[in-house]
Every structure is written in C-alpha cells, then in structure tokens.
C-alpha cells in the first residue's frame, strides 16, 4: 500500500517534470527556428532571386519563389559576369573564385604553416628571448591588418607587390591568433614524449614531422576551416592592393557590381554570383565538419 | 652490456641543489635499484644518466667512455618512462620501430628485432593495435619491448610500475626481473617501493635528500642499515627507534624505556652517556610472559593478519613500539611483557649513523 503511493508519487513527479521538460524543449525549438528563419531569409530570398530575369527584381518586386531563368543567369554570371559588361566590368564568376580562392587558401595554409613553426619553437626550445619572441608575436594579434593598413600598404607599395597575390596574401597571414592555439595544444604535449624522441635519436625537425604533426592533425584542420573562411571573407585589403581585374576577389567584385553609375543593376546575376560565392566556403565546411567538431572537442591524450 | 661508472654528480636547479654528490659504480650486467622517498632525486639522477639532464658538476661513464656532454641518443641507452611515452598516433609496432629507423636499420633488421622482442614479451598479437586500444600492462610491456628492440648498453627505468595495479605489479616485477637477467643488460632502476627495490635489486642505493645514504645489497641494507633513515625506510612495518643512552663503560645501553641492557655484539667506542638511538625492528620484538625482565607493553592497536598481529603500544616513558608477533596476543589496553634482544638491535649515535662495536673488543669479549 504504502509502496504503492510511494510509485504513484514518484510517477507524477515524474510525468510533471517531464511536462516541464517538453515545455523548455518547445521553448528552446522555437528560439532556434526563430533563429533559422532571420538567418536563412536573406539567403533564401538571395537563391530565388538568382533564378528570376532581370527586370523583375529591377521593378522592385521581391519574389519569394523560384522563376525560370536560373539556368541562363547561372550560365551568363559564370562565363560573362552578365549582360551589360559596364556595370560589372564583364568579370566572369570563375575568375573571381578562382582568385578568391587561391587567395583563402595561401592564407590558411600559409597562416597554420607559420604558426605551426612559430609555436613549436616558442614551445619546445629555449632559446634567449623566447619569451619576448613570444610576447612579439602575441603584440601582433591586437594589430590586424585594418588597424596597420596604411603602412602596410606603403610596404606593398614599396616592394612593388600591388597587383600581385604575393602582396594580398603576405600581410594577412602574418597574425598571431593561429600561434596561440597552437602553443596551447603544444603545451600539453607531455614532456615525455619529446624525452623518449630524443632517446630514440630524432633531432627536433623528425620529431616536429613525426610527432607533432600527426599529433596536430584535427587542430590544423578546424583552424583551416576558420582561416579559409577569414581568407575568403576578406574585403577591405583585397579592395585597396589590388586594382588589377584580373586579381578582383568575389567578395569585393559582387559589391563593384552594385550601384555602379547610371545603369541598371542587374540583381539576378549579382544574387547568382553571391549563391556561387557562397559554395565554397559551405563546401569546405560540409567536407571538413567531422575533423573540425574532433579539433575544437577532443583533446588526444 | 657494459658498465656504468658515476662520481661526484651534482645537480642544482637554479639556487636549489637537487644532488649533492653521488659515486656509484655498476658492474656489467647488474641490476641497480636507486630507492628513496619522493622528491629524493632519483628521477634526476637517471636523467642525467640518460643525458636528458646536465649534471653541475661530475661525470658520467658509460663503459669506461666518458658521456657526460653527449645527446641521449649517442648513449647507447634504453629508458622506460613512469606513464610509457607511448606515441599515441603510431602502432605498436611502429612504436618499437622508430628509434631502429631513425638509425637507419635495414627494413628486415627491424622486423626481426621487433618480432623477436614481441614474442619474447608476449605482445605479438598486439603489433597492429594503437596505445589507446591496450590495457596498462601491454602499454608497459610495449615501453618495454621499445627498449629491448635496441639493444641498448644500459636500461634505465623510472618508476615503470607505479601506474599498475597491485597484482600485476608484482607479476611485472617478477618479470622485468627475469627479462634483465635474460638479457644480461646493464640496469638502473628507480623506484620509491623499497619492496620493490628488495626484490628487484642485485644492489640498493637508498637516496635520502639528495645523497646515497647506503649503497649495498638489499639483505645488507636490511641486516646493516648504515644510519635511521635507511633503517627505519627499508623494512614494513618501519624498524622502531628508542632513545637511550650509553652506560656501563661502552658496554651497554640504558634505554629511555626502563632496563639498561648490554651489547650483544661487543661495546662502544663512547664515552658513558652518550645518547644513542637504538632501532628494533618488529618482528623481533618478543613477547615474554614468564620472563622478569620484560618491558610492559601498553597495546593502543591490534591489527590481527591471519598468520602473525601487528601490535601497537607504548613502552613507559612514553615511546611507541610496535611488534610483529605470531599469536593473537593481547588486545587494546592489555599490557603485554615484551623483550627487546640486544642481538637484534641496531645501534646508532648522535648523528643517526651506525655505530659498530669497538674491533678487536668484540673478539675478546667472546674469547
Ligand atoms: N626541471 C626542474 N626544475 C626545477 N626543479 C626540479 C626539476 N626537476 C626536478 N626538480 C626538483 O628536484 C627534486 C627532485 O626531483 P626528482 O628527481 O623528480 O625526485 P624523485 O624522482 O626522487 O621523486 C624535487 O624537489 C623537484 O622539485
Ligand atoms: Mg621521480
């Protein structure tokens, strides 16, 4: 008897916690849908955008489904950049992603394999002023490329480097952020490793290839995925060193294509090249998911 | 094989010196256990020896070559690291393999070393597998086995055992013994488990502070301590430690405790009243009831073992002694009548070291 109120207590306890439970769930499944839905409109309204004819959206309408001309703007925005080659300077999509991405992914990589060496000499050697080596590269994390713009651009400028890929790529990669992390992962590398590496007959250069590395290998390929989207991101720096067509990034080209003068701007070929600026970076994303959850999760004993 | 030859290491980290002089020489193929409570240096004194550390002062010889300034890995030595070093990315294999390859072994050299290690250590079946996937006695077997594969002049072991539990230590012990001797391998073993050291150790060097206090066999260490702290390290339950005082001419102590007893191995080079510390350890402690010389023995704990109790108390005057005896005697707030044999006794002075009978007295005394 007394077992038996005791159950049926603890049941609607437990049903009441459970009715609390589902509420907070409910609650918290709106919230986020809230969320998808303020994120994924401007996105949404972007990709139905690309697939109507021009003078549509160029009446002011906002179409929320899907036209007929997506095939022939994709196509026009890929080989031609458009139809009025005044408006976007007749720069075809291609060219612009192929240079954005030669430029995110020198930066990335350049930046994981500057930090990567920087750390591991700030980590495992010392050497006389480490520390104020340490200190020097950390002082470079408050001073990112816009707030060193100007002498940053008369060095280009100087080493005749406008105009070239060298002189959009170099002064983004030297940062500190990336050689912090891996200072922190480095540092807990136990010590013993690099002991019985050192038993074993490995100088450091063997050790750094066969050890570290592979110990590294889900922290460089979540901060790949950070910088290749920091790199392909960029706006300000690539508008200001590089006045070559040839070497327009697809960030900077899509806002050339807006609001040039006197002619129309031709929407549906500007949202078809955004949908194709956007690829990538979700590409790189999707594919190096798996790895960059492990990186930023787990820490390999 | 070689020999090992240490004089004079220092060390000092910053304003604080970690060693304060230690010699020491191995012959071929023995098996050394450096032993020591935590913090002693020992792990310092087999870096050193590795060439992981620089001594301040003193050299080392490995095989009469003097190796002092070399890297580690132009020592020709093996070491087994307290929590294995395993490199968590490679095999098993690969593992074991690594140092042979950085040397530069032909492919099927290596393959042979590392198999035969294998076998011999019972982890072939284990080659494929990654650190993470092996329980903690086949991650020691492997740190094993990574330094057998290299033949190396000198095994250096720090601690191997202590992340094992109980029963497989033991098991490892036992083996690790057998392995060495098999090998004929040259070994310096560090540990703080003086059972292990007991059982493990051709030779003892009991550290204490950063000084060798005794370097002898483990029976020697354990008949002759040379001063308290190996006595009272060496030995479980400790050896117990009474004040008295030297009296009847050199010839025997009065105990704190009650009796003033005589030596049974001849008397003192001292002058009378002398403060001595005499150690006893339990199990030679008796229990005396008949006898009219017997110290009363208040018991404040019995700790009951199945074969013999441990029994804890003090003596009048205040001192605790405890006593391994093989009955179930007494129990908490019985006075037991014990007998401290002054053949059993071990006598130190003022400084805590040993002080022996006077030579030649000794003899004339049993003449
Ligand atoms: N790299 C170091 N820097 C400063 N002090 C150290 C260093 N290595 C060891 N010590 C100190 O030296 C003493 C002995 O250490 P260690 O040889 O590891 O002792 P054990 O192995 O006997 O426990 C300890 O007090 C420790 O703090
Ligand atoms: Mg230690």
Known sequence: ?301 | MATLTLSGIRKSFGATQVLHGIDLDVADGEMIVVVGASGCGKSTLLRIVAGLETPTAGSVLIDGRDVTRLEPADRDIAMVFQNYALYPHMSVFDNMAYGLRIRGMPTAEIRKRVADAAEMLEIAQLLDRKPRQLSGGQRQRVAMGRAVVREPKLFLFDEPLSNLDAKLRVQMRAEIRRLQKRLGVTSLFVTHDQVEAMTLGDRLVVMHQGRAAQVAAPMEVWGTPADTYVAGFIGSPAMNFLSAALSDGGRAASLKAGPTLPFADGPRAAADGTPLTIGIRPEHVEHRPEAADAIPLSVDLVEPLGSETVIHGHLPGGESLVARLPLAAGAIGDVLPVGLPPAEWHVFGTEGSRLPARQGVAAAASR
């Open chain 1, 1 to 301: 008897m007394l077992m038996r109120d005791t159950t049926a207590q603890d049941l609607a306890l437990a049903r009441a916690t459970e009715r609390r439970q589902s509420r907070s769930r409910w609650l918290a499944h709106a919230v986020l849908a809230l969320g998808v839905l303020v994120f994924a409109f401007p996105i949404w309204v972007t990709i139905v955008g690309s697939s109507h004819d021009a003078s549509t959206i160029g009446r002011g309408d906002m179409p929320l489904w899907f036209g007929g001309e997506a095939v022939a703007n994709y196509v026009s925005a890929w080989v031609s950049g458009g139809t009025a080659r005044r408006t976007t300077g007749g720069l075809p999509a291609w060219l612009m992603l192929w240079n954005s991405l030669n430029m995110a992914v020198l930066i990335a990589v350049g930046k994981i394999a500057i930090s990567l060496l920087s750390a591991y000499a700030v980590v495992f050697f010392s050497f006389p002023g480490r520390m104020v080596c340490f200190w020097l590269i950390f002082i470079t994390l408050m001073l990112p490329v816009e707030v060193r713009i100007i002498p940053t651009f008369e060095v280009m400028v100087n080493l005749q480097l406008t105009n070239t890929m060298t002189g959009l790529v170099v002064p983004l990669i030297a940062s500190a952020t990336a050689t912090l992390l891996f200072r922190q992962f480095f540092l807990t590398i136990p010590d013993e490793y690099v002991e019985a590496a050192k038993i074993d007959g490995a100088g450091p250069l063997r050790f750094f290839k066969d050890v570290v590395l592979p110990l590294s290998v889900t922290n460089i390929a979540a901060l790949f995925v950070i910088l290749f989207i920091y790199g392909w991101n960029q706006y300000l720096w690539p508008l200001l060193i590089v006045t070559d067509k040839d070497l327009t990034t697809v960030v900077v080209g899509i806002t050339k294509m807006i609001g040039n003068g006197d002619a129309q701007n031709e929407w549906n070929i500007i949202m078809a090249t955004s949908v194709l600026a956007l690829l990538p970076p979700v590409a790189v994303v999707i594919f190096m998911q798996r790895w960059f959850v492990k990186g930023l999760t787990e820490t390999e004993k």
